[in-house]
């Protein structure tokens, strides 16, 4: 179990009341106000929503199911305690070290198991819940809030933030004549540029996508649309990034884990390449050319006499192995045991470094992530709170912290909200 200082207890001491505004209806913010409304229940907190509902990313991610959290058990040491983490958070792993440190997956999956929502692990370490429904998260959380006497404003974009003093805010809204007073601001909008920071010039790292599925040219798409390969690894040409997992072909392209977790680390270089880029793909799980090609010749050993087309890697279906072999320009009429030189060269090439052309790229539209946004050298790492702006606490995908898919996303958007409704309850007592 990773280790984990998470507390669930009210601070009983002088009660003040102010006023706490989330902007953002997302995990992060919703999850942000319920906790700190548990923590300081004469508080009067109000949650800003641009749309028309709340949560609505929660309701589709993990394909409707809501993958809300991962094990992280390739990630932990054997006392249980979280190790590097850029694999899974390509930018801002040291940050999310520390706060999962304070809230971790365990945290959550208690907290939910707690609301009366029970929790499945996968086996690749995805957590979902049990009813397979992404919307039992979405009224749970909900349900809290509603309990709680939280408010909730929908069609409420925030357009501008004015600070008043220290510790006070000033917020405008679009097509919203009146302004609103707030003594804490939480910013908790998700991905996508800030332009209502501007006022306050806090610095931010340039917004671009992230988890996205790759567009290829003249790769037989629509014959392989559908076909999975369930251990590739995928290297961007000219660069160290690399990702392993399976391997989706579509009807533009290629997507599945491997791909997404390559968009991931490589987000930034393929925005610089306008998504026009070389894709090698190792279809052999890894295996290097010696290998590949011990393999062949125990195929050529085994089946000589076996027609190519009817003999093929265990890894791969027959068609996607026809189509290899077409490129490979060998007859599928040819057996096993005439193979020449030129063919076996042919063969290891396309199994271990086959290069597919990227010319584009497509939204993956369950979890689709932005990298970028609030500087995390503008935030204290311990609270979330803005260096410059007493009382200004960012959480989630608004700063520049992203991750893989996984679950790995909206276990950061409820730690970091569970870190700011500490601080915030923490520092509402001392002042």
């Known amino acids: 179990m990773a280790h984990s200082t998470a507390v669930n207890t009210t601070v009983d001491r002088e009660q003040v009341s102010k006023r706490v505004s989330i902007i953002g209806a997302g995990a992060a913010g919703c999850f ?42 390739p990630f932990l040491d054997d006392r249980g305690r979280y190790g590097n983490l850029q694999q899974v958070y390509p930018r801002g792993d040291k940050l999310m070290r520390k706060v999962l440190t304070a809230y971790s997956h365990n945290d959550t999956m208690r907290w939910f198991e707690n609301e009366g929502v029970r929790l499945v692990c996968q086996d690749d370490g995805c957590v979902f819940p049990q009813s397979q429904d992404a919307m039992e998260i979405v009224n749970t959380l909900l349900h809290a809030i509603n309990c709680q006497g939280i408010k909730i404003q929908y069609k409420h974009k925030l357009t501008n933030i004015e600070q ?22 939480v910013i908790a909008t998700g991905g996508g540029r800030s332009t209502f920071l501007e006022t306050l010039k806090v610095k931010m ?23 999975v390969v369930k251990d590739v690894t995928v290297t961007l040409a000219g660069t160290a990034h690399h990702a392993s997992g399976a391997l989706l072909w579509t009807h533009h392209g290629v997507s599945g884990p491997a791909i997404l977790r390559l968009s991931s680390y490589a987000a930034r270089e393929l925005a610089e390449q306008d998504y026009r880029a070389i894709l090698t793909v190792n279809w ?35 068609k996607h192995w ?15 045991g005439a193979l020449n030189k ?40 311990k609270t979330l709170e803005h260096r410059r ?12 912290m992203d991750a893989i898919t996984g679950g790995f996303n909206l276990q950061a958007a409820w730690s970091m909200g569970w870190q700011v409704a500490v601080a915030v309850s923490a520092g509402w007592y001392e002042n």
Not at 284 to 313: F, Q, T, W
Not at 322 to 336: K, T
Not at 389 to 400: I, M, N, R, S
């Open 389 to 400: 702006y007493k009382g200004l606490y960012f959480a989630g995908e608004v700063t520049d």
């Open 205 to 227: 790292q340039s917004t671009i996508p992230s988890l996205f599925t790759l567009n290829t040219v003249n790769d037989n798409h629509e014959s392989l649309m559908g076909t």
């Open 164 to 185: 008043q003093g220290e510790g006070s805010y000033l917020l405008s809204f679009d097509n919203q004549d009146k302004q609103v007073q707030s003594d804490v601001v």
């Open 342 to 381: 030129a063919h076996i060269n042919r063969l290891v090439n396309v199994l271990t470094a086959q290069q597919l052309t990227v010319s584009g790229r497509n939204t993956y539209k369950e979890e689709f992530v932005t990298a970028g946004g609030v500087s995390l050298k503008e935030l204290q790492p």
């Open 32 to 73: 942000c106000a319920i906790e700190l409304k548990r923590r300081c229940p004469e508080c009067d907190i109000t949650i800003y929503e641009q749309k028309s509902k709340a949560l609505a990313k929660v309701a589709i991610t993990g394909g409707g199911r809501c993958n809300l959290t991962n094990t992280f058990e």
């Open 322 to 336: 026809n189509v290899m072999l077409d490129h490979c320009s060998i007859p599928q009429s040819q057996r096993w």
């Open 284 to 318: 052999c799980g890894g295996r290097k050319e010696e290998a590949v090609r011990g393999y062949i010749a125990d195929m050529m050993r085994e089946h000589s006499m076996r027609l190519i087309c009817n003999e093929y890697p265990t890894f791969l279906t027959q």
